[in-house]
């Protein structure tokens, strides 16, 4: 039995979600949180962003990373005024690509 397998799904998304969280902190270009939650946006589906954000409505963890990601994920077709789109490959937005 391979060791994914094992895990529940709520485990494996806090899991991926850990894995992003420790990646972005190692990048010095952007706040961690920002880099995660443009990866979740562009690279999860809905359903993955839906039941990620409803665990951490219910405290499934204390990664300060992760809360603060939490308001920065956007469900698709939701309302995105302020908000501008990341690039896929770089996760960050034109604005701060420019600087």
């Known amino acids: 039995m391979s060791e994914i397998s094992e895990h529940s ?5 806090m899991r991926m979600a850990g894995q ?3 990646f972005f902190r190692s990048q010095p270009d952007q706040p961690p949180e920002v880099g995660v939650a443009g990866h979740i946006n562009d690279f999860w589906g809905y359903r993955m962003r839906q039941d990620f954000l409803a ?6 963890t204390d990664d300060p990373v992760l809360l ?3 308001p920065l994920i956007r469900l698709p077709g939701e ?3 302020g908000v501008v789109p990341n690039d896929p490959l770089t996760h960050m937005n034109e604005a701060e690509a420019e600087s």
């Open 9 to 13: 799904p709520t485990e494996k998304l």
């Open 68 to 70: 603060a990601a939490g």
């Open 79 to 81: 309302a995105t005024e």
């Open 20 to 22: 992003i969280a420790d």
């Open 55 to 60: 665990l951490l409505d219910r405290g499934a």
